[in-house]
């Protein structure tokens, strides 16, 4: 991707936490986790000034969430209380069954620094305390910043569904640029066919709207028509992280084409589908490159130059 002179700085909002995978034969893997500081991470990678609104403890787990994501440049704001314990997820790939979540999530900070595009997501919109409180937050932004939004739905972590339906609703509603997996669309949407989903999604007031399909891509809504771009062909590591990844790319495209905050955001509503196009490339690009066999961390903007 070109460069360009253009910046906005990025608020991101919600859970930061370890990812913990035990295999049978007794190997252990930890990486940080929780969609918002994967994306935070991913976006100080990709060089956007970037800080995550967050909530960890001041233990190992939350050492090295503190460390991962300041070594590449993303601000730190604690949102919780100084002694709450770092949130783990727990997988056991060999056995059947959910992850153990052990989640601890709270917003009793809520002053975000003064930024052009605003991000939330994940299980910090639905569920309680915080949820509430990342509500207002976003409501009380100035007319000034855009608002993206990952719906990254997670059912087991989130609390009751029709609670986590009307929460998820709301912030839709309020924000410009919305993405979701089919998976996510199916969960929110049950029963309703593919189009009327997206005609429901687009009513709520976005100006755009990515649903990604997985390896077979992705495909952006807006109100003149949409557009599909096909997944890249990778080895596949992994796939810890490549929806936060994809959700990086996509910033980033719109960032370097002046696309967020509020000043220049009737370029937002009025995109062309071929704009649209490649910024869809761009952030499979960087989904791909998350999931290759090199991808223990999310890729480095000096990565994708050569990549692309």
Not at 154 to 161: D, H, K, Q
């Amino acid at each position: 991707m070109t460069t360009s002179t253009a910046r906005c700085d990025i608020a991101v909002v919600g859970e930061s936490l370890i990812d913990i995978t035990l295999n049978a034969d007794g190997n252990r893997r930890e990486r940080v986790g929780g969609s918002p500081a994967a994306l935070a991470w991913s976006l100080g990678r990709l060089g956007i000034v970037t800080t995550l609104l967050t909530t960890f403890g001041a233990d190992p787990h939350g050492r090295t969430i503190n460390h991962e994501l300041t070594r590449c440049g993303v601000r730190i704001v604690q949102a919780g209380h100084p002694a709450t314990r770092t949130s783990t997820v727990t997988a056991h790939p060999d056995r059947p069954g959910a992850p153990t979540v052990d989640l601890c999530w709270e917003l009793v900070h809520t002053d975000v620094p003064s930024c052009g595009h605003l991000h939330v997501g994940s299980i910090a919109v639905v569920r309680a305390p915080g949820a509430d409180d990342v509500a207002r937050l976003v409501s009380r932004q100035t007319p000034d910043t855009t608002i993206s939004y990952d719906v990254n739905v997670r059912p087991s972590a989130m609390g009751p569904r029709h609670i986590s339906i009307a929460r998820i609703d709301e912030m839709i509603s309020r924000s410009d640029v919305v993405k979701l997996s089919d998976a996510d669309l199916a969960w929110l949407r049950p029963g309703e066919r593919h189009g009327d989903a997206i005609r429901w999604l687009m009513s709520r007031g976005p100006a755009i709207v990515v649903v990604t399909h997985g390896s077979a891509g992705a495909t952006g809504y807006t109100r003149s028509g949409s557009v599909r771009v096909r997944g890249h062909r990778v080895e596949v590591a992994h796939t810890a992280g490549v929806g936060d990844a994809f959700m990086a790319g996509l910033l980033h495209a719109m960032t370097v084409r002046s696309l967020l905050a509020r000043k220049t955001a009737r370029r937002l509503r009025t995109i062309g589908l071929d704009d649209l196009h490649s910024i869809l490339h761009y952030a499979n690009l960087c989904a791909a490159q998350a999931i290759a066999p090199a991808g223990i961390e999310p890729p480095h903007i000096d990565d994708l130059a050569v990549a692309s």
